[in-house]
């Protein structure tokens, strides 16, 4: 897909393989709509930079550093844990800068598992079957609820 093919609704002409079921198509258009007024998570000048910096890297010209969590709870997003996270990879930065005499690229992983598709829609938890995006949830709420 070239860049021109590129746009916020572009997703949607894809196939989708690995996404869950929602029962009240009203609810998932209300969530839907809601999420597109609000700004983007990361603005297009930070991308953009990113990139550049990337290719610093690939250029042996700086150092990346990523770090955050594999697979973390709703329960975990919180001002406390994001800050520590924040300030943990900030340390290490300051000694990759003064150990490897490079500036740093920082890359934070957080909120990863999310929105990752998974490979089967269920799994089972003490023996119960569950949504795996409710995995933080109570069997009593198993259906999928897009509000």
């Known amino acids: 897909m070239s860049s021109s093919d590129w746009s916020p609704d572009s997703w949607r002409s894809k196939p989708i393989k ?4 929602y029962p ?3 609810a998932l258009n209300k969530s839907v709509k809601e ?5 983007p998570i990361v ?3 930070e991308i953009v930079a990113l990139k550049q910096h990337l290719r610093d890297v690939a250029l042996g ?14 329960d975990y997003c919180e001002p406390n844990a994001i800050e520590s996270k924040i300030k943990l990879l900030l340390q290490m930065s300051l000694v990759l800068v003064w150990g490897a005499d490079k500036r740093v ?10 929105a990752k598709p998974r490979s089967s829609p269920t799994e089972m938890v003490n023996g119960v079957e569950l949504c795996r995006s409710e995995e933080t949830f109570s069997t009593a709420s198993k259906s ?3 509000t």
Do not use: T, W
Request: charged fraction near 20%; proline fraction near 7%; aromatic fraction near 8%.
């Open 105 to 114: 690229v920082r890359i934070g992983r957080m909120a990863g598992q999310y």
């Open 144 to 146: 999928v609820n897009a």
């Open 61 to 74: 010209e700086a150092f990346l550093l990523q770090g955050g969590d594999c697979a973390e709870l709703f």
């Open 43 to 45: 603005h297009p000048k």
């Open 24 to 26: 009240d198509e009203a």
């Open 18 to 21: 690995q996404a869950p079921g």
């Open 35 to 39: 999420l597109s007024r609000l700004p």
